[in-house]
């Protein structure tokens, strides 16, 4: 007897359907024999007792009998446990205990606990996704994933707790009624909902040019690095970074939810990321954690950043090929990871915000403390941080140290909310100029690529939107020779001065918006020429 059931497996962050083949032979044993192919994994394999004690303790039994289990297309690995589910419905199905036997219409995924109830598995979203892009209508998943699978829309969600539930499920649908309704989600409202975060700039006294620095990074998703010495306030404002951020667009929660379903991150009952995610990871973190990595390969910290923030304190104290690998996402906005097995590609589209020291001690160019450190040392630390890596870097900023009147002072800082308005006013900007950009691929045909901030322009958006007053043309020839500035500098200048424009709602880039964005680029020749 053959019995057919759907599941789907994730690869990088997109899901493929894979069809779950049940077969019994009618040779009576001693005992059943459970045969696993289609290149299972060990979880996979294992699969066997859990699917065998569920069904016993959902009060069926199994004939002592050869079931043979075949996920097909053989040629991909199979892993995870959330073939457990359509495993157990197939051997159901297969012995006549559904009133249904067709069922190419439903998708099923989830893990079997050993009393028949469903648990939650990881990438469930891209699995949604999956199942409304090949046409089929019901998605039958574990109640904890609900929400997150509901946010797809064309895609009826049926949240199962037990093996039982989801038989009473199918045999409803045989009778042309599923008996229970799906899921509802308006992913809209969630995306709307008010935002709250536990860190506002009015608690920061001082640093208004670290401030205004942050202002513009945030305006334009560009990558700023702050150096200073211990106590100035690095760490307190790159936290309150993420308040002054623009809210997710719909696309960029979509992508961003799929990364975080794939990891085990992502919250059951959030269903969607609805905030701009804010990774920190520490400084003892290896490679493979930051980029991604595994057997088969899962996103790393760069990954889980996507169109969110990525924060590095005490950068120097990062290995150096742990900071060697962000040379690629920094630049492309993907991670592209390869192994003998299969080798995927996850996107990496982060804002990079990262602080560091001036010297071993902390107190290099100090007004109050003398620095300890001789010239090589302080050589040897700075240059922890190669010069290609610093290039990729937008704004460099000096955060000293606050002085004692501007701690004490009774004048309160200006918060969170007012910097907000104006970096979401120089969002629309972006919005509306990059809303129907079209750009021609390499066989003459236009496609449309989605840009959302100023950081993410390509060259040939950067000559037709970065268009400079002839004194601001002739300030930056200017500091490109005297400053020996690269090819990369040049193009990230002008994207930053394109910001800055944004945040005084000019039309040209002027020669007050060049200056400022060419000071953003001058400290670094300061500590490492």
């Known amino acids: ?16 359907l894979i ?45 002592p009998t050869r079931i043979t289990i075949n996920l097909a297309p053989a040629d991909l690995k199979k892993e995870g446990s959330g ?28 893990e079997l606990g050993l009393d028949g109830t469903v648990r939650a598995v990881p990438g469930m979203l ?11 209508r019901n998605l039958i998943v574990p109640a904890s994933n609900a929400r997150e699978a509901a946010v797809v829309e064309g895609v009826n969600v049926y949240a199962v707790k037990t093996l039982l539930e989801v038989r009473e499920l199918l045999n409803a649908s045989a009778n042309g009624a599923a008996g229970v309704s799906p899921l509802q989600m308006q992913a809209s409202a969630l995306l709307e909902e008010t935002q709250h975060f536990p860190f506002d700039f ?77 990774r920190s990871p520490h400084h003892t973190i290896s490679d493979a954690g930051l980029i991604g990595g595994g057997m088969v390969p899962r996103p790393g910290e760069v990954s889980l950043a996507h169109n969110g ?25 993907t991670v592209t990871i390869s192994r003998a097995a299969m080798s995927l590609s996850f996107p990496a589209r982060f804002m990079l ?14 007004r109050r403390r003398e620095c300890m450190c001789t010239p090589p040392m302080i050589q040897r630390y700075v240059s922890k941080v190669s010069g290609p890596l610093l290039d990729r870097i937008d704004i460099h900023i000096e955060v000293p140290a606050v002085e004692y009147k501007e701690l004490r002072g009774g004048a309160a800082a200006e918060g969170s909310t007012e910097i907000r308005e104006r970096v979401l006013a120089a969002r629309q900007r972006q919005h509306d100029r990059f809303g129907e950009v079209e750009l021609k691929n390499g066989a003459g045909k236009s496609k449309v690529r989605r840009v959302f901030s100023n950081a993410q322009m390509t060259t040939q958006q950067i ?49 007050k918006h060049i200056a400022e964005a060419i000071q953003y680029r001058t400290l670094d020749r300061g500590y490492w020429s």
């Open 353 to 366: 915000a990262a602080a560091m020291n001036p010297c071993p001690c902390g107190y290099f160019n100090d």
């Open 19 to 63: 069809d779950v083949e049940i077969d019994f032979s009618q040779i009576k044993l001693d005992k059943e024999i459970f045969s696993t192919v289609g290149l299972p994994d060990a979880a996979v394999r294992e699969s066997r007792d859990r699917v065998r004690s569920a069904i016993k303790n959902s009060g069926f039994e199994i004939p």
């Open 126 to 136: 891209p699995i949604a996704v999956a199942a409304r892009a090949n046409g089929i």
């Open 463 to 511: 000559r037709t939107f970065c268009v400079l007053e002839p004194e601001a043309e002739r300030m930056l020839e200017r500091a490109m020779q005297q400053q020996g500035l690269s090819a990369r500098a040049h193009d990230r200048i002008l994207k930053v001065a394109r910001t800055v424009a944004d945040l005084d709602g000019a039309g040209n880039v002027g020669t």
């Open 202 to 278: 009015k608690d920061v006294r001082g640093q208004h040019v670290a401030k205004r620095a942050l202002e513009v990074a945030a305006a334009g998703g560009h990558n700023i690095l702050m150096i200073g010495p211990p106590g100035s306030g690095k760490t307190m404002l790159a936290k309150r970074l993420p308040s002054i951020l623009a809210p997710l667009k719909f696309e960029e929660a979509l992508e961003t939810t799929k990364i975080h379903s794939v990891a085990g991150v992502l919250d059951g009952e959030q269903g969607l990321v609805a905030h701009r995610p804010f």
């Open 83 to 110: 073939f457990d589910l359509p495993i157990a419905i197939g051997i159901l199905g297969a012995y006549g205990a559904l009133a249904i036997s067709d069922l190419s219409d439903f998708l099923l995924v989830g």
């Open 1 to 16: 007897m053959l019995f057919k059931a759907r599941s789907a497996a994730v690869y990088g962050i997109d899901a493929h």
């Open 309 to 333: 923030l990525l924060f590095l304190d005490e950068l120097p104290e990062f290995p150096r090929n742990v900071l060697e690998v962000l040379r690629q996402p920094l630049e492309d906005g």
